[in-house]
Nanobody, 124 residues
Framework: QVQLVESGGGLVQAGGSLRLSCAAS????????VGWFRQAPGKEREFVAVINWSGGSTRYSDSAKGRFTISRDNAKNTVYLQMNSLKPEDTAVYYC?????????????????WGQGTQVTVSS
């Protein structure tokens, strides 16, 4: 079982940056995949980025490429999402998700464990 806690959300002006953190506890293994998803009101949950804990392989959505970077700190059991050049379209609740997998899936249904989410609001 994995428990996830997100932090780092807030209000930022367009063009600014935020770094989200996802702290994991419980039984974590090298085969775990950790992803970031976001959901705006009235819209479906959208994939943002994912990292495989063991190999460090990453995948990004088209909107995230070139602006967002996902990384991990093994010693802290924490995954980060560095978000630069933020746009109002990035406004959403951002969720951290994890599951015991050797791959880095981009589909939300592939993840069993989820955090409570952290609000990111980008003003124009």
């Amino acid at each position: 079982q994995v428990q996830l806690v997100e932090s780092g959300g807030g209000l930022v002006q367009a063009g600014g940056s935020l770094r989200l953190s996802c702290a994991a506890s419980g039984r974590t293994f090298s085969s775990v995949a950790v992803g970031w998803f976001r959901q705006a009101p009235g819209k479906e949950r959208e994939f943002v980025a994912v990292i495989n804990w063991s190999g460090g392989s990453t995948r990004y959505s088209d909107s995230a490429k070139g602006r967002f970077t996902i990384s991990r700190d093994n010693a802290k059991n924490t995954v980060y999402l560095q978000m630069n050049s933020l746009k109002p379209e990035d406004t959403a609740v951002y969720y951290c998700a994890a599951d015991y997998r050797t791959t880095a899936p981009i589909m939300a249904f592939m993840y069993k464990y989820w955090g409570q989410g952290t609000q990111v609001t980008v003003s124009s």
